[in-house]
């Protein structure tokens, strides 16, 4: 499965250190080529012969022993690895690559290095929760590094909490995904709208409607890890971006339309998954309104502009727009007129009724509908939807190519 690629394994000082061992051995099954690099204090926990053994390899520990293959090693180690790898990563190793302090062989080789890194950190819960650290995840995570975990539970210094280093299986999962993600979408550049628009009554009371944004930013997700330029165009959402999209906010439907209008024309593919408002309120109070004693509300509405098909009217050639039909019945009828009236390339039909579907849960059971097929997909993550309406997405605009 990983013949041909190279991971790069840093173990430092954590207690966790043995566990780096089983990550070695699961890799070597897999059939990757692994070098290891140790922290001086790793090696008070675990003997380099250990990992030179599951290796196959010298194990490199810090920058000033010779082992005769090298060139110059943290240099030659750098570039060999299509991932580099740090488990456990401590708090100490993350200050470092943060801030860009390479006093060893395994901080020297990490600063070097332009391919990806995963970092599987473990530590206290006080260590791991302290500004300190968080600021240095933040900003590491800002450059595009990747993270497993960590998990909770019981740490080995008695505490209950985060901290705990993800499992070797997990860490491995993740190292195959990052060896394994096709780059696909590189060089396009992708607009995924997510989550609700929200259409003030008066200065403290809203309407809206029911999304989470979740399917939006699983799209989102998925493009970013494909290697598009991702930007999000998000409603009040409680969820976090995903780390590397560009996020451009808006309140209402009017603010996204505008919004669509001047950024939809830039973008190779615009997905449409937010759920807008159709309608606003035509007057909305300056100040609170006050309860009448008894007497009814009457709220006027006006209809709002519909998003997709303005953004439709102004498709450019070689331009690939996807919509999302939410529907509770004649699922996929409804959602044919909205493919042809909308003037797009796909729609998602999603029956939010059906369990497993729809708002708030993490998995969708959807068809995609195409001018000349109709695809329905089983029920699975939001984030398989995701991929999935990215590979219908990229045929149609290699389709528009041709
Ligand atoms: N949409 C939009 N602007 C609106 C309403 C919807 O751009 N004012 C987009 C949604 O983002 C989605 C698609 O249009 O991609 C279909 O949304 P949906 O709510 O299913 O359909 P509507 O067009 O609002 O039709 P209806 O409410 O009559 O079902």
């Known amino acids: 499965m990983l013949t041909g690629k190279h991971v790069v394994l840093g173990v430092t000082g954590g207690i966790a250190a043995y566990k780096a061992c089983e990550v070695v051995s699961r890799l070597r099954k897999l059939h990757a080529g692994v070098d290891v690099i ?24 810090d920058t000033f022993s010779r082992i005769e293959s090298w060139d110059v090693k943290h240099i030659s180690l750098a570039q060999k ?46 260590m791991w929760t302290a500004p300190a650290t968080q600021a240095n995840l933040e900003t590491l995570l800002s450059r595009g ?9 019981m740490l080995a210094c008695g505490d209950n909490g985060a901290g705990r280093m993800s499992e070797p299986e997990e860490i491995v999962e993740a190292i195959v995904k990052l060896l394994t993600a096709k780059q696909d979408l590189a060089g396009k550049k992708v607009l995924v709208t997510a989550g609700p628009t929200v259409e ?10 029911d999304s989470s944004g979740k399917m939006g930013y699983a799209i989102a997700q998925a493009a970013l890890d494909r ?10 959402v409680h969820i976090a971006a995903p780390v590397g999209a560009k996020v451009l906010p808006v309140q209402s439907t009017m603010d996204l339309y505008h919004t669509m209008l001047e950024n939809a024309p830039l973008q190779d593919v615009v997905i449409q998954a937010a759920a807008p408002a159709d309608y606003r309120v035509e007057n909305p109070a300056d100040q609170k309104i006050k309860k009448q004693d008894g007497e009814s509300l009457v709220l006027t509405l006006v209809e ?9 009217q102004q498709k450019r050639p070689g331009q690939v727009l996807v ?13 044919k007129k ?19 579907a729809g708002f708030g849960v993490d998995t969708n059971i959807v068809t995609l509908i195409t001018h000349d097929e109709l695809k329905p997909l089983p029920k699975m993550t939001k984030r398989q939807v995701g991929d999935r309406i990215l590979d219908e997405a990229l045929r149609l605009l290699q389709q528009k190519a041709e």
């Not at 003030?200 to 409607?209: A, E, H, K, S």
């Not at 290697?227 to 009040?236: L, M, R």
């Not at 709002?304 to 439709?312: L, R, W």
């Not at 042809?340 to 939010?352: E, F």
């Open 227 to 236: 290697g598009a330029e991702v930007t999000i165009v998000s409603g009040p």
């Open 200 to 209: 003030r009554i008066d200065p403290v009371r809203y309407l809206t409607n």
């Open 145 to 153: 590094v990747h993270t497993v975990g960590p998990a909770s539970g």
């Open 81 to 126: 690895a299509d991932v580099f790898v740090v488990a456990p990563a401590t708090a100490n190793l993350m200050a470092k690559l943060a801030h860009g302090i390479a006093d060893d062989m395994l901080s020297t080789t990490l600063l070097a290095t332009k391919a990806p890194i995963l970092l599987a950190p473990a530590m206290n819960t006080g």
């Open 304 to 312: 709002n502009p519909d998003v997709a098909k303005a953004v439709g």
């Open 323 to 335: 919509g999302f039909a939410a529907e509770t019945q004649q699922v996929t009828e409804n959602a």
């Open 338 to 356: 909205k493919l042809a009236k909308k003037n797009l390339d796909m729609i998602v039909a999603n029956d939010v009724t059906a369990e497993g």
């Open 38 to 61: 140790m922290t001086e204090n790793a090696t008070k926990l675990v003997a380099p012969l250990t990992f030179e053994t599951l290796s196959n390899r010298p194990v490199a520990v």
